[in-house]
């Protein structure tokens, strides 16, 4: 099993290599589907209970409580890949507690990769996604930085095995990332127009 863990900022481009893991055929766990999935089971929007369903579980089971209920969905995604390295790509991680049950888990089958860009660039990205309030936009995104660093994704940042720097082109980009997955350039799928089109920041993750 190859198990590789992204953690960035909000636009930083998680949503955008999870895209490329996807095209090659690599599995993709998003932790956020646990809270997700949580929020109907209990009969919450998680649209509107996200935040604070990831709290309670916290509460509940602990600090690593996401990445606990991640681990199964995991080793399923790894089982059911066609893919002979066993490769999976994990979405979402934040904080250092989280780091650590992955690595228990998996040891050296493990790799945290850190993808950067800068907080002008990555508002930049997330502007272009349909806001019009540029400096609404700003100062929500500099809210959701907070609250992303409260929970210790700094330092989980700074503890990544690797690190991807996303400033340059989305094919730059692109190509960083099937590099650290281990893809081979004939081995990427073709992506869709809209997807080639989008900007490297991703889904906003």
């Known amino acids: ?8 900022l909000p636009g930083s481009g998680k949503g955008e290599a999870a895209n490329v893991a996807a095209a090659a055929d690599i599995p993709v766990v998003v932790m956020g589907d646990v809270i997700r999935a949580e929020c109907r089971r209990r009969g919450l929007d998680p649209a509107e209970h996200h935040g604070r369903m990831a709290g309670t579980l916290r509460e509940e089971e602990g600090d690593d409580a996401i990445a606990a209920r991640t681990l199964p969905r995991i080793r399923e995604a790894a089982a059911e890949s066609d893919r002979d390295d066993g490769t999976v790509l994990v979405d979402g991680l934040r904080s250092t507690v989280e780091l650590e049950r992955f690595r228990e888990a998996f040891g050296d089958d493990f790799t945290l990769v850190a993808i950067h860009a800068p907080f002008e660039l990555r508002a930049e990205r997330l502007g272009e996604r349909g806001r019009d309030d540029s400096d609404a936009d700003m100062a929500a995104l ?6 992303e660093l409260d929970l210790g994704l700094g330092e989980t ?6 690190e991807i720097d996303n400033t340059d ?16 350039d004939g081995e990427a799928a073709e992506t869709t127009d809209a997807t080639e089109t989008a900007e490297a920041g991703g889904d906003g993750t």
Do not use: Q, Y
């Open 1 to 8: 099993m190859n198990v590789i863990g992204t953690v960035g």
């Open 142 to 147: 500099r809210e959701r930085d907070e609250r």
């Open 157 to 162: 940042l700074e503890r990544a095995d690797v």
């Open 169 to 184: 082109s989305l094919a730059a980009f692109r190509e960083r990332v099937r590099e650290v997955l281990g893809v081979d």
